[in-house]
């Protein structure tokens, strides 16, 4: 097979290789210069939709509708932007070997790709219970989502068990908008999470009570504090129940497991350095090797404001991290210099009518304040995280453009606060002030 080579290669075709190749299409590219390699078989899109429109049993998002930019409010890239631009999209290839010293990637069908700068931005995959052993993990229709296949492995058992049993098998980001998503699809629909209260690394058991409670009201069952530890299946290896820590069984004609996620960095073990389950990156996310750089999920990079360094699983960080290695790797050949990269951390969800987000860190003491009560029409409530007398974090549900925007700059500012009883009574207005 012909050796392929480009100038400039981008490995996983996700929501970073969209945006990165929006950039170096921003500052010029000779036709050629560039190629996304990815195992997906369309190109890049916004893979949020995945958990949230994709599945709605009305007016479901579909392709070519959510291909990236649109996610951030820019240009919807369609395949045939690629080409216009001069950018090969090398899809349903799965790069078996990387050798970042000879700059050569190897295909599974034994093709190579050369390149003279690589950007990782391989993402994550699924923890799957197969790989804990979970008796019963290998049943048919216990599902995981990551990818637009897997969601459409979703739709068709959603319509195959149409107002079934779905048990939801984690309490986070996956287990929250899913549960919402198979209620709104009119399954009956319970969650099992070992965690004392849901989305445990952001939420603080304030938080949490709402949604649960909230979640309750539209008819979603919660067990919480135990384990899924097997499951059982009929004649035709279809999933009947799953079996709890508990002694519990509860029947299920869909199993959806969203239990987290693992950085896809083993094609370059031993080959850049690493820290904290990524690849170690400086402030422009070039890695240790010259020429290589890591964006996205896998990538551990310097975060400014907190003086750390960090990984983030977020999709407006891939988007950001993206565009940063590239105005660097553009940068760099014109001998100029850009600024360090300056995240503020920001997550958000939405699930039936609730939306939140949160901005900076989630350390300290917290004040809630705000309607919290899940009964409420319009529930509208936040919280802050105030660590040695500054604000280090803030989070609202249901807030405009514009409130979200100043809880997002009080982040950034990390004001002090002086009297946390008086920022209780001020709330939301506290924003408005700085």
Same mark, same amino acid.
């Given at each position: ?62 392709? #070519? ?9 820019? /240009? ?7 080409? /216009? ?21 190897? %295909? ?5 790709? %050369? ?41 068709? +058992? ?5 107002? &079934?049993?779905?048990?939801?098998? &984690? ?9 919402? $998503? ?7 629909? +319970?969650? $099992? ?6 989305? #445990? ?53 869909? $199993? ?16 850049? /350095? ?70 503020? #951390? ?18 300290? /003491? %917290? $004040? ?10 319009? #529930?509208?409530? &936040? ?52």
């Amino acid at each position: 097979m012909a050796e392929k080579h480009f100038k400039y290669v981008i490995l996983g075709g996700g929501v970073a290789a969209g945006y990165a190749a929006r950039e170096f299409a921003k500052h010029g590219l000779i036709p050629g210069e560039l190629a996304i390699i990815s195992k997906e078989a369309v190109a890049p899109y916004e893979r949020p939709a995945l958990s949230k429109a994709y599945l709605f049993p009305q007016g479901a998002a579909r392709l #070519p509708g959510f291909h990236v930019c649109v996610g951030s409010g820019g /240009e919807r890239l369609l395949p045939e932007w690629y080409s /216009e631009k001069g950018i090969e999209l090398i899809l349903s290839t799965e790069i078996v070997k990387a050798d970042l010293a000879s700059r050569t990637l190897t %295909t599974a069908a034994g093709a190579t790709i %050369t390149f003279d700068i690589l950007i990782i931005a391989t993402g994550s995959t699924v923890i799957n219970l197969s790989d804990f052993g979970t008796p019963g993990a290998d049943a048919n229709n216990i599902l995981y989502l990551r990818e637009i296949d897997d969601a459409d492995k979703l739709v068709a +058992t959603i319509q195959a068990k149409k107002n &079934g049993k779905a048990v939801i098998v &984690g309490g986070g980001y996956i287990g929250l908008e899913l549960s919402a $998503v198979m209620k709104i699809n009119n399954f009956d629909v +319970t969650m $099992v999470y070992p965690e004392p209260w849901c989305m #445990p690394r952001l939420f603080t058991p304030d938080i949490a009570a709402f949604y649960e409670a909230y979640y309750a009201n539209k008819g979603v069952k919660i067990d919480k504090g135990t384990l899924v530890i097997g499951f059982n299946s009929d004649t035709n290896g279809d999933v009947t129940s799953v079996k709890l820590k508990d002694g519990r069984v509860l029947d299920a004609d869909i $199993v959806i497991v969203g239990v987290g996620g693992r950085p896809l960095t083993k094609l370059f073990k031993g080959q850049v /350095e690493e820290e904290k389950g990524g690849i170690k990156t400086d402030a422009f996310f070039q890695t240790s090797v010259a020429g290589v750089y890591a964006v996205g999920d896998v990538a551990t990079f310097p975060l400014k404001l907190y003086n750390e360094t960090r990984r983030v699983e977020h999709v407006d960080h891939a988007r950001k991290s993206a565009e940063q290695a590239v105005k660097a790797i553009k940068a760099s050949e014109e001998g100029k210099a850009i600024d360090e990269y300056d995240y503020l #951390p920001y997550f958000y969800s939405r699930s039936f009518d609730l939306s939140w987000q949160f901005y900076g860190d989630n350390v300290g /003491e %917290t $004040v809630i304040f705000g309607d919290n009560d899940p009964a409420s029409s319009k #529930p509208k409530f &936040g919280s802050y995280w105030i660590n040695e007398g500054k604000l280090l974090g803030a989070f609202l549900e249901g807030g405009s453009l514009e409130e979200n925007k100043a809880i997002a700059e009080l982040a950034r500012l990390q004001p002090a606060v002086p009297d946390l009883e008086q920022l209780a009574k001020e709330g939301l207005s506290f924003a408005s002030k700085i």
